[in-house]
C-alpha cells in the first residue's frame, strides 16, 4: 500500500454495526443527542436521574451540584451510601449471589472463578479484621499488591468500613512507595510476600520493608501480607500478620459503614509537572456513578457479558474499570495477573479465546507490541484463534495511532467490533471523550465526542473557544460528578493545577492539547501541554525524573524530555551534566546503565531513561533557562533550526546529539 492509500485508509468511517445499535443502552446518535440535549436543558436534574437509577443509595440525596466553595465543588452531598454495597450485598440481595464476579487467571494459567457471594464473603472477613486492627472510617490504608482478588478484596474491604484507600501500583520503588505512606499519612499497609509475572517472581514485602524504614510513616501499625508465592520474607512480629491469618476467624458478614457521598473512597498518586506526584481525592457517590455508568454507555455492558480491562488496580483504570465500575453493574470480569508476552505473546488472544471475552479493554502500547510479535510469528498472531465471542473492543490512556487501530479493527475484531478511543484521566475518574459503540461513527485515531453531560471545549491561552479545526488546550466548562475533589493535604495546588486563574478559573485545565474536526466536531489528542511524559500509557512528569537523577552522587545537572517512539508513544531521554568529566565509549555506556538502574530504584523500572546523553553542559538562555525545545530536537535527531548564538559552548549540541 503507498503511503497516499495508507493516509486516505486512515480516513475511513466506520459506522456502527446495526444489530449493535438495535440492542445498545444508548442506541444511535439521535439517543445520544437527546441525552446530550436532556443534560443541557436540566444539568442538575440529568445527573440526579442517573444518580438515582444506577446506585443504590441509603439515604437518598436532595442537594445535587454545590458550587458555593467552587473550585471545591461536590454532588449529591447529603445522599449516604458504601461503594461495597452497591459492588456486592446488592446483587445478591437481588438473587445473584451465584454470578460469577471475576475470572481470574494467575500467571501461570491457574484459573479460578469467584461468585458474588464468594466475593462479598471475603470482602467481609477482611473488613472485620482490619477493623480489629483499629481502622476506622477515614483511616486511610495503602496497598501495595500484584493484580489478585486479594487486591480487589483489600480495595473493597476499605471501602466497605469507609476507610480511604490508596493503592500504589506494585511497579513503584521503595523510595515512591515511602513517599506515598507517608504523604497520605498511611495507619496500615496490605502488601504481598511477592508478585508473579512473566514466570518470575519479584519481591513485594522486602520493598514494603525498605519503604517503612526509611521513615516519615510511623503511624503505620499494620502490615497486612497476601502469601502468593510463599517466598521467604523478613517478620516484624509486632507488626506484621498474615492475610490468611487474621481472616480465618471473621465472620463473613460485616454492616457496611454508610458514608456521605462526598466520603474520600479513595487517593491516587499521579504525576504532575512538579516534583511532587499528587494524590488526587476521590468521591464515593460521583465516583462510583461515573464508572457504572460508563460500563453501560462506553462498553453497552450486558448482563450476559465477560468484560475484560488488561489494566493493573495500581492505576486509575484498574480502579474505574476492575475494582468499581464492572461490580458496581453486576458484571462478569476476567482479572488477570501475568503479562500479555507470557508464555508467549499469543497470551490475552488465548485468553479471550479460552473465557469468551465480550467487551476487551487494553492500552495501544500493548497492541502495538503485539502487532510486532505476531508479524514475526504467525502461531501468536491473533488469526490464529478464535476471537468470535468479542463484541466492542476499547483503548485507553494515550493516542492509538490509526496504523495500529485498524490492525486492532481487523485482525482482533474481525473486522466487525466498534472500537472505543476513550480519553480521560486520573482526575476525570472515568470517561470524558469515546465513542459510544452502537452510535457513534468511527474514525480512526480520534476519540470522537464527549460524553452526555461532558461539557470538553477547546481553548485559547486566554479561556476563550477556539473554533474546530484550530488546535488549542482541552477543557470541561462544568463540574461533573466524577472529578478530582481535590490535592490530598494541598488544596492551593489544586486550584492552581486545574483552574488557573490565566483561564478565568472556571474551566477544569485537563492538561491535553487538542483540536476538533472542521466538519464533525471529532477531537482528536494531541498530548500533553505540560512537562508530563506519556510512556506505555503512564504518566511520569520530567520533573521528577530530573530530580531522580540529580539525586545521584555522580550528578551535576539534568534534564529530561519525550521523544516519539514506536511502541511505547513516548520515551524518556535525559541529557546529564556529570560532576567528573564527560564520558565517552564503554565508560559512557557503563554509567548510563548505573543512572538506569539508579532511576528505577528511586522511582520505578517505568521511569528509566530510554536514552541518556551525556554534556559537558546544558543548552541555556542568557538568563539561564535550560532550552528544552532544543533539547526535544536533539533527542529526536533533527536538525536544529532554534536561534542558538545565545549559546557560550555550541559544541556541547554535538555532545547531546550522541547517545550513549
Ligand atoms: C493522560 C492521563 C485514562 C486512564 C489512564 C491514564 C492521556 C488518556 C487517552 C486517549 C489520547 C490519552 C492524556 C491524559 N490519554 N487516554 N484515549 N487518547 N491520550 O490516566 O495516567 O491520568 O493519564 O493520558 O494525555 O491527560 P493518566
Redesign the pocket.
Known sequence: MSAIESVLQERRVFPPPAAMTASASVPGMDAYLALVAEAERDYEGFWARLARETLTWKTPFTKVLDESNAPFYTWFEDGELNASYNSLDRHVEAGNGERVAVIFEADDGAVTPVTYSDLLGRVCRFANALKKRGIKKGDRVVIYMPMSIEGIVAMQACARIGATHSVVFGGFSSKSLNERLVDVGATALVTSDEQMRGGKALPLKSIADEALAMGGCEAVKSVIVYRRTGGKVAWDEGRDLWMHEVVANEPDTCVPEWVGAEHPLFILY?SGSTGKPKGVQHSTGGFLLWAAQTMKWTFDWKPTDIFWCTADIG???GHSYITYGPLAMGGTQVVFEGVPTYPNAGRFWDMIARHKVNVFYTAPTAIRSLIKAAEADAKVHPKSYDLSSLRILG??????NPEAWVWYHENVGGARCPIV???????TGGHMITPLPGATPLVPGS?TLPLPGITAAIVDETGQDVPNGQGGILVVKRPWPSMIRTIWGDPERFKKSYYPEELGGKLYL???GSVRDKETGYFT?M??IDDVL?VS???LGTMEIESALVANPLVAEAAVVGRPDDTTGEAVVAFVVLKRARPQGDEAVKLANELRAWVGKEIGPIAKPKDIRFGENLPKTRSGKIMRRLLRSLAKGEAITQDVSTLENPAILEQLGESA
Not at 421 to 427: A, G, I, K, P, V
Open positions: 499521579t492505576w486509575i483504570t483503548t485507553v490512556g494515550e493516542p492509538i478511543d476513550t480519553w480521560w484521566q486520573t482526575e476519540c485537563a492538561g491535553d489528542i498530548g500533553r506519556n500509557g503512564h504518566r
